[in-house]
């Protein structure tokens, strides 16, 4: 078999699947396809260079590398506010995606709990010392509370606010009362982390 793929391997390229197909089906191994094809140039058995070594989470272990040389020089790690709309049970689920979220860029959430008004929210982020904040809650909730907590937050110093979860509809009025982004399944969470920290001078680009 050896011959035979030899022989069928060394035609013109033009009929090298052709060939290579063919003394396949007719018992050729692996190993003895890969000998004739060595052959059928220089005499030597054929190589091939070794894939290059790509870590996908390479990216993110950038942003976490930067996020954590940002904490040895300032004394603390970039944060963000969970700003949570009313009961455990309504904000849990969205701000634990949030924590995971920005957690990836290395960014530490401060999470205080829930809020039934605008103003215990904007209070709380005032004493947090954050200056980016995330409202986290069921879509009634932010139905209900956006409209008075995104001002309030944004009066009590939120330099950018996001809201977890899809808008929807409702996008064009949660930003007019002050919401700048959305977080959701399906976003790029690699840019969003990126963008964040360049707000909050961790990295230059």
Not at 5 to 26: D, E, H, N, Y
Not at 67 to 77: E, M
Not at 112 to 119: K, R
């Amino acid at each position: 078999w050896a011959s035979l793929a030899s022989r069928s391997v060394t035609k013109a390229s033009a009929s090298l699947i052709t060939g290579s197909a063919s003394a396949a089906a007719g018992g050729a191994t692996l190993g003895e396809l890969a000998r004739a094809l060595g052959a059928g140039s220089t005499g030597a058995p054929a190589s091939a260079e070794a894939l290059p070594v790509i870590k996908l989470a390479d990216a993110f272990e950038t942003l976490r590398d930067a996020s954590d040389a940002h904490a040895v020089r300032t004394g603390k790690p970039p944060q963000i506010f969970l700003a949570n709309l009313g009961t455990i049970a309504k904000y849990t689920a969205r701000a634990d995606f949030s924590r995971n979220f920005f957690g990836t860029g290395g960014v530490r959430p401060v999470d205080v709990g829930g809020f039934n008004d605008a103003e215990a929210a904007a209070a709380a982020f005032r004493e947090s010392g954050c200056r980016v904040a995330i409202l986290c809650s069921a879509d009634p909730l932010y139905e209900g509370m956006v409209a008075s907590v995104a001002p309030a937050l944004k009066a009590a110093g939120a330099e950018y606010l996001y809201l977890a979860g899809n808008p929807g509809a409702n996008e064009e009025a949660y930003r007019a009362a002050g919401v700048d982004a959305f977080i959701m399944l399906g976003g790029d969470v690699l840019a969003t982390n990126r963008d964040l920290l360049k707000r909050l001078g961790v990295i230059d680009a």
